[in-house]
Nanobody, 118 residues
Framework: QVQLVESGGGLVQPGESLRLSCEAS????????MGWYRQTPEMQREFVAT???????NYLDSLEGRFTISRNSAKNTLDLQMNSLKRGDTAVYYC????????????WGQGTQVTVSS
């Protein structure tokens, strides 16, 4: 059973930065795609960013380049650097991993709260 454990959330002021990490119970390079999603009580879980096994990244357009997804091979973590945070970024952020096969398998972490408020 694969486990994903997020960390790094917290309370910050608008304009500040946070770095989220997702530690996986097996090699992050064993997944076809890993990513970050976020959810608030008012909206469904939303795609934020993904990185494929070949390193290709994709981002939510509205982020305007403020977030960067990356993989740390030394720590076996998936990271999300979030800069210039806005109140609208407030959400629970979830780590996701997908393993394609027969069948395809999707894993989720338990989430970490990010609150942007003055």
């Amino acid at each position: 059973q694969v486990q994903l454990v997020e960390s790094g959330g917290g309370l910050v002021q608008p304009g500040e930065s946070l770095r989220l990490s997702c530690e996986a119970s097996r090699s992050i390079f064993s997944f076809n795609v890993m990513g970050w999603y976020r959810q608030t009580p008012e909206m469904q879980r939303e795609f934020v960013a993904t990185i494929s096994s070949d390193g290709t990244t994709n981002y939510l357009d509205s982020l305007e380049g403020r977030f960067t997804i990356s993989r740390n091979s030394a720590k076996n973590t998936l990271d999300l650097q979030m800069n210039s945070l806005k109140r609208g970024d407030t959400a629970v952020y979830y780590c996701n991993a997908e393993k394609w096969g027969d069948p395809d398998t999707t894993y989720w972490g338990q989430g970490t709260q990010v609150t942007v408020s003055s």
